[in-house]
């Protein structure tokens, strides 16, 4: 038995926003949106998962959808409002998770695709049943989340590290 600490990451990609004569990173959140947010905050409360961290992109939708989710949580955690997650790329994403704190157990990621559901692609080594092809199908669509577990330290996060334990979607 690994003396290693297991950690979770949650993925989870922004509900659905508007388009608008607004710049990319200020569109808000389409009624869709608004009211698939909190069903995923719902969902992640029912998970058992309490996030010691969420990580946020600056994007006026994704600090949206975490505002609707997270009131669904019954504890909040600690919120981090990052640049980088905003048009990330598969490498910033990891560059990013190596940094967290090994005090952080359970992670919330809140951004965009295609960098979220590239991110759950690449660490899931492995998955239970058949999670991996279904969010692969489903293309990751708004407000979905996937939940991945791994031990060890956030340093060591890199392809397939993880386990694809959970993978949620309202609509699919």
Known sequence: MSSEPTRRIVILRHAK??????????????DRGRKDAPVAGRWLAGSGITPDLALCSTSARTRETWKLAVSEL??????????????????????????????????????????????ADALAGEAEADLLPRMNRSGFPTSAMAVLAFTGSWKSVEHGVARLVAFWAPHA
């Open 17 to 30: 926003a508007e388009w608008s004569d607004e710049s990319d990173h200020e569109r808000p959140l389409a």
């Open 74 to 119: 019954p504890e909040r955690p600690r919120t981090v409002y990052e640049d980088r997650l905003y048009e990330a790329s598969l490498g910033e994403l990891i560059a990013v998770l190596n940094e967290v704190s090994d005090e952080v157990a359970d992670l919330v990621l809140i951004g965009h695709n295609p960098g979220m559901h590239a991110l």
